[in-house]
């Protein structure tokens, strides 16, 4: 006999609590809000904060930079980003079933998938040239340092002098006159700028002379994907949390045949209250036997002990993958300040350039850095928010997850200046001179101020470390973005219990096309993908998607729709950016992109016009995504005239609103009870109860609990 305290449980409450109509059963929710607030900084904080914000910060005016910064931040960058959280956490689906608002405009869905199919491809490759270097990096020497290697050439010429190299101390820097040290800097090839282009890359001479695959990157590129996909499927195997989201029918529910013994155990919190339930004790998880289950030797579940155990190994990854990067940054950080010359980086990162702060472009650069930073139009925000439950507080998320963004972009910039100051010091230029962006800047300039730190091979390893952990967190949610829409589109059984194979498949796919870019000529596609695929599109994309919210779906219902998730409507600030100064920064950004246009260039090097066409079809293959499905639907929607088929097309679907029926209230509330088409799912009130047999969206029929 289960007593009441059991049945609580299998609602998701635990004992002295309300019993809670919270947990969406059938798609998974969250284990707790810390998960989901460290994976979203996760997403948010990657690659880009450690080398694409420094770089603009002192190109445009250093901490001039900050303002306009700090100006976009507010006005644009948090509002959309608490847009796109309210988004997702309303609707519970991703980034294409969302648009069932307004299904017209679901190809600004599939653009998002687009751009999202294009970031992982390019982004998981700068994780495997990480792989590269932290693999490089466990030596005595650091292969880039000195030379003295056979890639080297005779213009090779490195700030260390190798006849002082001692075990595992500090090489002296390289003597002689300053001026002439300066002469010579200017003119030097660095060690490491030459095992970056002739040992890493191999460089080919043109974007069309792909020459031969980088074996050891390949084998790095199959190492970062195993790592994504295993991340990925230990989660959704052992608890339906992880560093990720939890995956759609993750945990089994009564009626699961994966779980012949009932209702697997969510949380450690759970699995003890349950044992002690039965008089378990702790000592292994018992099982609440569904209605009808409770024969003898179906109450525990076979290796129930190894599950707890293996769920509290993983539930942990969230929170090293989100934190290790800033013990690192820390660790850089005192070690750096500490250095000679770190004070000069410090105040070339601070000191202010007025003048720089009227230009047009200064803005154009930060607008741009809080859309790339921030993951917003990428598709992964709307999915993470889709896994909290309803009545989740994604507002306070928004406010948390952005700052914490934004000040880890300066922060960085605090660990990236103060080394840089140390390296301008020892060959004698302008800290200017020293760092460049891009991949540039992460694998030479670094790198070979990584040698002059003491004990270099130990900072080495600790710092592409970090640059693999910051790319991963991003890395995760771009790939369960395109899983989530997957499955959340084709939405049936059989799909929601392969998931599985679905990541498995994104992710092979994503190899596959990956390995290009391992080529000789793979930087250069990297950066054309980089420059084309995931800039102008994002701008379209995000104005597109608040026009139709707050215009064709309507600003009031939203806000309607916020007060009945959040308990409170949108603060009267959000709303006025949502409606008028977000769309008109959007738009500013779109001109001035247009109008200030230069091609792509590599250090020296001009992309071709063929090369500069393809980078604006992988731009327009996004974009045209939203055109082309308004076509589709226009075409397929019922309606006389042109102007009935235009308001039926717009207008939200049958089934739009919250996920569970106990949420659909207000103009949600439904008047019969649920259809076999609406596909909603009733949540189990009283396990015991009869079940009846519901009808999913893709008409098969399945047995659900009913409170009705």
Known sequence: MVGKGAKGMLNGAVPSEATKRDQNLKRGNWGNQIEFVLTSVGYAVGLGNVWRFPYLCYRNGGGAFMFPYFIMLIFCGIPLFFMELSFGQFASQGCLGVWRISPMFKGVGYGMMVVSTYIGIYYNVVICIAFYYFFSSMTHVLPWAYCSNPWNTPDCAGVLDASNLTNGSRPAALSGNLSHLLNHSLQRTSPSEEYWRLYVLKLSDDIGNFGEVRLPLLGCLGVSWVVVFLCLIRGVKSSGKVSTPPSAGSVPTQKDPASPAGVVCRSRRQAVMKGHERGGGTGGPAVVGGPGRGRPGQEELGGGQWRILHLASCTQVVYFTATFPYVVLTILFVRGVTLEGAFTGIMYY?????????????????????????????????????????????????????????????YAGFVIFSILGFMANHLGVDVSRVADHGPGLAFVAYPEALTLLPISPLWSLLFFFMLIL?????????????????????????????KTYVTLGVAVAGFLLGIPLTSQAGIYWLLLMDNYAASFSLVVISCIMCVSIMYIYGHRNYFQD?????????????????????????????????????????????????????????????????????????????????????????????????????????????????????????????????????????????LQDSRI
């Open 350 to 410: 601070l000191t202010p350039q007025w003048d720089k702060i009227l230009e047009a472009k200064v803005w154009g650069d930060a607008a741009s850095q809080i859309f790339y930073s921030l993951g917003c139009a990428w598709g992964g925000l709307i999915t993470m928010a889709s896994y909290n439950k309803f009545h989740n507080n994604c507002y306070r998320d928004s406010i948390i997850i952005s700052i914490t963004n934004c000040a880890t972009s300066v």
């Open 470 to 498: 910051l790319g991963l967190g991003t890395q995760f949610c771009l790939l369960e973005t395109l899983v989530t829409a997957i499955v959340d589109e084709v939405g049936n059984e059989w799909i929601l219990q392969k």
């Open 562 to 702: 916020i007060q009945m998730m959040l308990g409170f409507p949108p603060p009267i600030f959000f709303q006025i950016c949502w409606r008028f100064v977000s769309p008109a920064i959007i738009f500013f950004i779109l001109i001035f992109t247009v109008i200030q246009y230069q091609p792509i260039t590599y250090n020296h090097y001009q992309y071709p016009g063929w090369a500069v066409a393809i980078g604006f079809l992988l731009a327009l293959s996004s974009v045209i995504c939203i055109p082309l499905y308004a076509l589709f639907q226009l075409c397929r929607t019922d309606g006389d005239t042109l102007l009935q088929r235009l308001k039926n097309a717009t207008k939200p679907s049958r089934d739009w609103g919250p996920a569970l029926l106990e949420h659909r209230t207000g103009r949600y509330a439904p008047t019969i009870p649920p259809s076999p088409e609406d596909g909603l799912e009733v949540q189990p009130l009283h396990p015991d109860k009869a079940q009846i047999p519901m009808v999913g969206s893709n008409g098969s029929s399945r």
